[in-house]
């Protein structure tokens, strides 16, 4: 258990310092954007390309793998989603909440906790169900959004929106840069590489103490309702769907599923709330869905990782 406890502390402990250097300093939520570029547009990039980069083409090819993290997500999108429109026949308002249910901190959070947990093998599975599952939470929030008539635009413009954010993201064109790489065996200058080695070490650290700032700044105002649906599903329904469902689907290797699992248990990312600003529905709620399933998963995740590094969580169900 100290080594659980001597894993998650540091992880957690730099979103906590980050929220009360936010606390004590007092900036202006705009100060934060240099940061937020340096993580998003640089520091992440470098860490999935050097690493994918490195990595044998065989496994950047396993769609079994990819189709199962893809599909836990997705259910659990899809419960919140049909279970809310019954209840409030508000599309907009209940993409927003599907979206916090299921749309995990995978960027932020992710490859920092991913990789100190597992190690670099873990890079390969968190960078790839990084770009699939981004890839649909770009193309389902517009199209819901575009449904529900908060965005009235038409089909082509709204096609031209989807693809743009998709091939655009950083951290997608840098994985496909690595995947290119990797495929064609190109070596990196070494003056360049050991630049992008300086970048990535700096991913989690800067990551993280921005995630604390951005959680400090947005203090909650009301406890949403809907968060007694939200949580579990989120921290405990997910990870546990992304488990059985790759269990059930093949065997693969123990830190493959572990990532998975960990990424599935991550609390409601930031994007989410992001996203609600973006069409002006659901705002202050989603904002407490980010801080409030971040706070709980500080509990949920030090469970997992104690059941998957006591050996209690197998890393396939069904062998």
């Not at 890839?135 to 389902?140: G, S």
């Not at 203090?219 to 769907?241: D, N």
Request: with cysteine.
């Amino acid at each position: 258990m100290a080594n659980i406890v001597g894993l998650v502390l540091p992880f957690f402990g730099m979103i906590f310092v980050g929220a009360l250097a936010a606390r004590i300093s007092r900036q202006p939520p705009d100060a934060l954007a240099w940061m937020n570029i340096f993580v998003v547009y640089v520091a992440l990039p470098a860490l999935f390309f050097q690493l994918i980069s490195r990595t044998p083409v065989d496994q950047l090819t396993e769609w079994r793998f990819i189709g199962g993290a893809v599909l836990a997500t997705y259910l659990v999108f899809t419960i919140m989603f049909v279970g809310s429109l019954l209840v409030t026949r508000n599309l907009a308002e209940t993409t927003i909440k599907s979206l916090s249910a299921a749309y995990g901190n995978i960027g932020y959070m992710g490859p920092g906790l991913a990789l100190l947990a597992f190690g670099p093998d873990a890079a390969v599975p968190v960078a790839l169900i990084f770009c699939f599952e981004n890839t649909l939470h770009f193309t389902v929030a517009p199209l819901m959004m575009a449904l529900s008539g908060g965005r009235r635009q038409s089909a082509a413009r709204l096609a031209l929106d989807v693809v743009t954010k998709v091939v655009t993201h950083p951290f997608i064109v840098a994985t496909a840069a690595g995947v290119f790489a990797a495929v064609f065996e190109l070596q990196v200058p070494t003056a360049i590489s050991t630049l992008l080695d300086y970048f990535a070490q700096a991913a989690a650290p800067c990551a993280l103490f921005a995630m604390g700032v951005t959680l400090a700044s947005r203090p909650l105002r009301r406890m949403p309702s809907e968060l007694t649906a939200i949580a579990p599903l989120k921290l405990i329904i997910h990870p546990t769907l992304c488990y059985l469902i790759l269990s059930l689907i093949g065997n693969f290797d123990s830190v493959w599923v572990y990532s998975a699992v960990i990424l599935a248990a991550l609390p409601t990312a930031t994007n989410v709330f992001v996203i609600a600003q973006q069409y002006d529905v659901w705002v202050q709620r989603a904002s407490a869905s980010v801080l409030i399933t971040t706070v709980a998963s500080i509990g949920t995740i030090t469970a997992l990782l104690y059941l998957i590094q006591s050996g209690i969580l197998p890393p396939d169900l069904f062998p």
